[in-house]
């Protein structure tokens, strides 16, 4: 079911939405919108590994895929048990990307601190952690490298403790992984077509493969415009139901990596999905 009929509605329906949210602190203001979500709402009731139900926002990342990609299935379990009103959680599409670190940082995986190892991994009790980023925190570190407790070959990651120090327009979208989220909605093939028991009057994504009906002929500068704009080759507008507001806030690096993924995808027919 449509909730707006127009971009423009589109974007102001985003707007009212983002004013109920909690506000974004002023050091993290100048962040793409990936870096600085984690500082602007609070954490879970227990907390997190490096952050008090009490303390400042952390922005956890990690050095692999894999690892990012069990920390969060962890933390998305861990939702899913302390809400008893979910039965379920489904499956979607996320997004990775990397950003640039700058400033002092500790790692617990090398000495002294390493000497304390149990203490950092933990599966449950993140109190000694906790202590130890209030700490950094105080002492002007910026990051804590640490070991993921989720992934189990325990992969390097890092717990950024101080907003203004994430490099402003360093996020990189790695373009397969950019991609496979269109996936939710273009299909495994990325060639559209009626989203399978989606309500008749959902609109129907498009083909966004080098395809006749797809993306043959665009160019670009095409392709620029119509994440800044919504605007599509044709003139028309995006149907409402694309993320119109957040894809125009692509940097040139994420627009071009996407396009250049985009092109070497399989051409196929719309609505093979």
């Not at 009929?5 to 919108?33: F, G, N, Y």
């Not at 495994?188 to 080098?210: D, Q, V």
Request: proline content about 10%.
């Amino acid at each position: 079911m449509a909730l707006v009929d127009s971009l423009e509605e589109q974007q102001a329906l985003e707007r009212i939405l983002d004013d109920t949210k909690p506000p974004v602190p002023p050091a993290a203001r100048k962040l793409h919108w990936l870096l600085f979500t984690p500082f602007r709402y609070p954490p879970p009731p227990r907390g997190s590994r490096f952050r008090g139900p009490n303390d400042p926002g952390v922005f956890y990342g990690a050095d692999e895929i894999r690892t990012a990609c069990a920390e969060l299935g962890y933390w998305r379990w861990r939702h899913l048990q302390d809400t008893p009103a979910l039965a379920a959680m489904p499956t979607k599409p996320q997004t990775v990307f990397r950003a640039a670190l700058a400033g002092a940082a500790i790692d617990l995986r090398r000495a002294p601190f390493a000497t304390a190892r149990a203490r950092w991994t933990d599966p449950a009790d993140y109190a000694p952690c906790q202590a130890l980023a209030r700490t950094a925190r105080d002492a002007a570190v910026a990051t804590v490298r640490y070991e993921s407790v989720r992934d189990p070959q325990r992969g390097g990651c890092a717990a950024v403790l101080a907003q203004q120090l994430v490099e402003v327009g360093k996020v990189i979208m790695p373009k397969t992984v950019l991609a496979n989220a269109c996936r939710g909605c273009h299909g495994a093939t990325l060639s559209g077509g009626r989203i399978p028991g989606a309500p008749a009057e959902m609109a129907i994504p498009l083909n966004i493969t080098p395809h006749e009906t797809g993306l043959a002929g665009w160019t670009y500068t095409d392709f620029d415009k119509l994440l800044s704009t919504g605007i599509r080759r044709n003139g028309k507008t995006l149907d409402p139901m694309m993320p119109v507001t957040e894809l125009g806030k692509f940097n040139q690096t994420e627009r071009q990596a996407l396009w250049a993924f985009l092109q070497t995808v399989p051409a196929k027919p719309f609505g093979e999905r």
